[in-house]
T-cell receptor
Framework: EDKVVQSPLSLVVHEGDTVTLNCSYE??????LLWYKQEKKAPTFLFML????IEKKSGRLSSILDKKELFSILNITATQTGDSAVYLC?????????????FGGGTRLMVKP | KAGVTQTPRYLIKTRGQQVTLSCSPI?????VSWYQQTPGQGLQFLFE???????NKGNFPGRFSGRQFSNSRSEMNVSTLELGDSALYLC??????????????FGPGTRLTVL
């Protein structure tokens, strides 16, 4: 059965720390891997990764994909309290005519002042 | 551009009742997907609609159904509600270019409580 696993389950850090969130996947026909941030309600899109080794960066956040080892990491540098959220990883597969995402269980990040 | 909107935002129903949730996608987005989020199971895919047709379906019983209208708005229906249907129901829309479907953008969700 296809699956997406995130680690750690939760993380508590202090402002200014750097964190690395992990996502490993086992799917049949990988198409892309996406990262979302979920605070109170709607997950908000962070990154979409399709190619190995190419880092995507947005401000203090960056992410990279390793299609050989089947994992991705999301890095957040100089964390701020506003980074506190659940970070979700999702994988999209080829073969389906359309858009179906399989989500991991999320990593809950708490950043303390 | 307005984001994905969902109505209602909160709903309380009793077991055995049925419920209809609505989702309006971002303007120009023709693919609409529905997800159920619970503390125990996380985010799980329900179904996806494109051009008024269901393209993909997750592993949910037939009590869960949906439809899409010609303006891309979508509704999902849950009949004979059970306590376990209490969840946050999220809708996501995406742009479709040719054979390719773009990133999904989520709405704020409808929080359904079944008593």
């Amino acid at each position: 059965e296809d699956k997406v696993v995130q680690s750690p389950l939760s993380l508590v850090v202090h402002e200014g720390d750097t964190v690395t969130l992990n996502c490993s996947y086992e799917v049949t026909n990988f198409r892309s891997l996406l990262w979302y941030k979920q605070e109170k309600k709607a997950p908000t899109f962070l990154f979409m990764l399709t190619s190995s080794g190419i880092e995507k960066k947005s401000g203090r956040l960056s992410s990279i994909l390793d299609k050989k080892e089947l994992f991705s990491i999301l890095n957040i540098t100089a964390t701020q309290t506003g980074d506190s959220a659940v970070y979700l990883c999702a994988v999209e597969e080829w073969g389906n005519a359309g858009n179906m995402l399989t989500f991991g269980g999320g990593t809950r990040l708490m950043v303390k002042p | 551009k307005a984001g994905v909107t969902q109505t209602p935002r909160y709903l309380i129903k009793t077991r055995g009742q049925q419920v209809t949730l609505s989702c309006s996608p971002i303007s120009g987005h023709r693919s609409v997907s529905w997800y159920q989020q619970t503390p125990g199971q996380g985010l799980q895919f329900l179904f996806e609609y494109f051009s008024e047709t269901q393209r993909n379906k997750g592993n949910f019983p037939g009590r869960f159904s949906g439809r899409q209208f010609s303006n891309s708005r979508s509704e999902m229906n849950v009949s004979t509600l059970e306590l376990g249907d209490s969840a946050l129901y999220l809708c996501a829309s995406s742009l479709v270019r040719g054979d390719s479907t773009d990133t999904q953008y989520f709405g704020p969700g409808t929080r359904l409580t079944v008593l």
